[in-house]
């Protein structure tokens, strides 16, 4: 946004967050919610809308909501209802959606993003729609025909709307990257962006200095971090330069176009009273007691930001390190597994967020579908600090291998002679043959010139393969060069 207009215009962001609870069966009937089944597999009378069918709250759901809005420090509201969101679409069976309207489950919470506390002005739980597939000659624009899915219709959702308090694309990324860090933690979702488990509109206005905010655009289901970034750059270019020519902002929904890069217009942006909400008859109201939000409060987990405060406190950790081992729950507890089977805390962190993450981004892969074990890891790093390989060996020989194949470390060191050689005689001698071979670069290294004694190491290195122990190498360098 480092254009001439971008000095003109402040930008607000608001965020609306659909996250899929993680129950088996949908929210009113006990369909599964299983990804990926043949179309209209997952369905019923009830999430299919025919007429005097009745919805069953999925208990189990209600438990999930209460957990996320405790652990986004929102009042809970023992008394809540839902509500019929009128609006026709295709992939909506009923021709209207069960939502909450005035009286949501979760009110007032916040969520810190590192330099502010971003506020959470309520969650309340829904429905979702299914999916329309557009297909023929051309996808999206200009199909033949489309086809209805109604295996996501019913699947049980939360929505997270946070207060305008965004101000940049960086802001807004980091607030959906904490937001699926909290849900993963509580498992009440399962973050994936791909499956549109969690998604997201973007609600944006500009204003100037002192003036009062613009009319905002919301673009709908934009389903990446990167995309976010993406849509609220173009649509602060668009607005912008819209208001540079004088013109208006037009208040409507718009869709994001990940090939583009571009937002486009849906449909003209609903106010609330154009969806006609009234109270769900089919449903009584939602009574909580307060010993339910309770108990599901004492099962709260430790949450990210919480766990980055102990990992530096009680690991040494520093706050970088402690930060990118806590952004995925399984990295996080695949690190503790491991320091609790002996292994150094800053050693086992090193390799997590080192090595091992770079395997992990090169193969497209997440730990849990790689060979790896907690014990493997611990053992390898037992075996560098005891001397028996080096940090080279461990890298470049051992680790793929157990990531790959999850063999045995010992095992692995002894058919491929990996041990390191920590003979001090023998390394002594290969050192002084090294010497013998580098008369004109001995004599420059003892006239000052100290940068030569890595040509040193790296030749005795070459010699034995990598197999010597650094720390005698040194140790032997410096007592043969004086």
């Given at each position: 946004m480092a254009t001439q207009t971008a000095q003109k215009y402040n930008i607000v962001i608001g965020l609306e967050v659909h996250a899929q609870l993680k129950t088996k069966s949908k929210l009113f009937c006990s369909c599964s919610t299983e990804f990926g089944k043949e179309a209209n597999a997952n369905t019923c009378p009830v999430c299919m809308g025919y007429p005097g069918v009745l919805p069953v709250l999925n208990d189990q759901a209600v438990n999930y909501a209460i957990k996320a809005g405790l652990a986004l420090d929102c009042q809970i509201d023992l008394n809540s209802k839902f509500d019929r969101k009128q609006y026709f679409y295709p992939d909506l069976p009923k021709g209207y959606q069960i939502s909450q309207f005035d009286k949501p489950i979760c009110n007032h919470g916040k969520l810190n993003i590192g330099n502010k506390d971003?506020?959470?002005l309520r969650i309340h739980m829904e429905e979702d729609a299914g999916k329309l597939v557009h297909a023929g000659a051309e996808r999206l624009h200009g199909s033949d025909y489309s086809l209805v899915d109604l295996n996501r219709a019913s699947t049980p959702l939360i929505e997270i709307v946070s207060e305008p308090d965004m101000t940049n694309a960086e802001e807004a990324i980091a607030y959906v990257k904490e937001l699926r860090k909290v849900l993963l933690y509580t498992d009440v979702c399962d973050g994936n962006m791909q499956e549109g488990s969690l998604r997201c509109d973007v609600n944006i206005s500009l204003?100037?200095?002192?003036?009062?905010?613009?009319t905002r655009a919301e673009i709908k289901n934009v389903n990446s971090f990167r995309s976010i970034g993406r849509a609220i750059e173009y649509e602060y270019k668009r607005q912008s330069e819209l208001l540079d020519k004088g013109e208006k902002v037009v208040q409507e929904t718009r869709l994001f176009d990940e090939n583009t890069g571009k937002t486009h217009s849906m449909r003209g942006k609903e106010d609330a009273h154009d969806y006609r909400y009234f109270p769900e008859p089919d449903l009584l109201p939602l009574t909580l007691l307060q010993e339910r939000i309770e108990k599901m409060r004492a099962e709260l987990p430790e949450l990210p930001q919480q766990r980055k405060k102990r990992y530096i406190a009680e690991f040494n950790l520093n706050e970088d390190t402690a930060h990118n081992l806590t952004e995925e729950i399984a990295i996080s507890n695949f690190f503790e597994e491991t320091v609790a089977k002996g292994a150094s805390a800053v050693k086992a962190a090193n390799w997590l967020n080192g090595t091992i993450a770079a395997y992990l981004n090169e193969n497209k892969k997440s730990l849990t579908e790689t060979k790896l074990t907690t014990s493997l890891l611990a053992q390898m790093i037992s075996l560098?600090?005891?001397?028996t390989i080096s940090d080279n060996i461990a890298k470049n020989d051992i680790i793929g291998e157990l990531l790959e194949n999850g063999t045995?470390?010992?095992?692995?060191?002894?058919?491929?002679?990996l041990a390191q050689i920590t003979d001090t005689s023998a390394?002594?001698?290969?050192?002084q043959e090294v010497l013998d071979a580098n008369q004109k670069q001995v004599e420059e290294f003892r006239a000052g010139n100290e940068k030569l004694k890595g040509f040193f190491v790296g030749q005795v290195m070459k010699k034995t393969?990598?197999?010597?122990?650094?720390?005698?190498?040194?140790?032997?360098?410096?007592?043969l060069l004086g």
């Open positions: 971003v506020r959470i204003n100037k200095e002192g003036e009062p905010w613009g560098i600090d005891k001397g045995d470390v010992e095992k692995l060191i002894a058919e491929k002679g390394i002594e001698a290969m050192i393969q990598g197999k010597a122990s650094p720390q005698i190498i040194n140790e032997t360098l410096a007592k």
